[in-house]
């Protein structure tokens, strides 16, 4: 095993990292564009663990906006909604 294999093994998991973090957001971008463009809606939701920090932070990150607390029928979890509306 030569020196380097530890630093080799974090370059290789901060790169496979970062390209599935790219790859969440890029996706979530075409999502947006879809509904916008293609469908027309006139806003997206977001329903989201308040917990899951990361998809909290990506949704911000596409500019999507806190609405509310509300608990989904069934389920003893409160969950978080974003919404991000779309103009003419």
């Known amino acids: 095993m030569n020196g380097n294999a530890s630093g080799d093994n ?5 790169e496979r990292l970062l390209l599935r973090k ?3 957001e890029d ?5 947006i564009e879809h509904a916008r463009v293609d469908v027309k809606l006139p806003r997206l ?3 989201v663990s308040p917990e899951n920090e990361a998809s909290v932070r990506l949704i911000k990150k596409l500019g999507m906006r806190f609405e ?3 608990q989904m029928p069934g389920e003893d979890q409160e969950v978080s909604v974003y919404t991000m509306p ?3």
């Open 22 to 24: 790219l790859t969440l």
């Open 86 to 88: 779309f103009t003419a």
């Open 68 to 70: 509310s607390v509300m």
């Open 45 to 47: 939701t977001a329903i």
């Open 27 to 31: 996706a979530a971008c075409a999502v």
């Open 10 to 14: 974090f370059l290789l998991e901060t």
